[in-house]
């Protein structure tokens, strides 16, 4: 049973690019959350997907945008990339279920370097 | 506002030693969810446990065991015999309701974390 998969791993951007990261959810899981993670930081929360809409947004701008499709899968997108978004990228899945009190599991990340 | 809070950056141990590690959250939900996740070197974040605010029964599994205190708004976890293995960044995390969404999503929210080191 495959879990939560990433691409790509690592990824060296300059200033002012735009970048595009994908995540494959757990089998069974229809919930995308993606999370940035600063070096010594904890994971903070971006934006989750459900049922191919952004249903929750955390506190991050709107160059920060996101995708889920048909088969559950999803792309975070950055624009006019800053030195700032360099960071771990952490995709996380889970079933909605009921009452949305998910677990979520996440995939092993998306290493961003900005130059 | 949510919060968590690990007030120890780094702890070192020398292999076979007993640790804890601390967790402070703050929430005004009745009803809440606490994680605990590792993160070794690799970046993975791996889930270790899940509690809800309504069970407040301490849960062993193995070596690990966590205590869940609802009266001081803590959840720490104690590594027992500690390995060389359990080398890694720790992370507590608090799921609560933010807001009205749909099916009723829960947002975590995450600690900075506390890095353990196990010297053999």
């Known amino acids: 049973d495959a879990g939560v998969t990433q691409s790509p791993t690592h990824l060296i951007k300059t200033r002012g690019q735009q970048v595009t990261l994908r995540c494959s959810p757990k089998?069974?899981?229809?919930?995308v959350s993606w999370y940035q993670q600063a070096l010594g930081q904890g994971p903070q929360f971006i934006f989750q997907y459900y049922e191919e809409e952004e249903r929750q947004r955390g506190n991050f701008p709107d160059r920060f945008s996101g995708h889920q499709f048909p088969n559950y899968s999803s792309e975070l997108n950055v624009n006019a990339l800053l030195l700032g978004d360099s960071a771990l990228y952490l995709c996380?899945?889970?079933?909605?279920?009921?009452?949305?009190?998910?677990?979520?599991?996440f995939g092993p990340g998306t290493r961003l370097l900005v130059l | 506002a949510q919060k968590v809070t690990q007030a120890q950056t780094e702890i070192s141990v020398v292999e076979k030693e007993d640790v804890t590690l601390d967790c402070v959250y703050e929430?005004?939900?009745?009803?809440?969810?606490l994680f605990w996740y590792k993160q070794p070197p690799s970046g993975e974040l791996v889930f270790l446990i899940r509690?809800?605010?309504?069970?407040?029964q301490n849960e062993i599994s193995g070596r690990y065991s966590w205590n869940f205190q609802k009266s001081t708004s803590s959840f720490n976890f104690t590594i027992t015999a500690s390995q060389v293995v359990d080398s890694a960044v720790y992370f507590c995390a608090l799921s609560d309701r933010i807001g009205e969404s749909g099916a009723g999503s829960y947002q975590l929210t995450f600690g900075k974390g506390t890095k353990l080191s196990v010297i053999p």
């Open positions: 509690r809800n605010s309504f069970d407040e």
């Open positions: 089998s069974g899981h229809d919930t």
């Open positions: 929430t005004r939900d009745t009803t809440y969810y």
């Open positions: 996380a899945s889970s079933f909605k279920g009921t009452g949305g009190r998910e677990t979520q599991y």
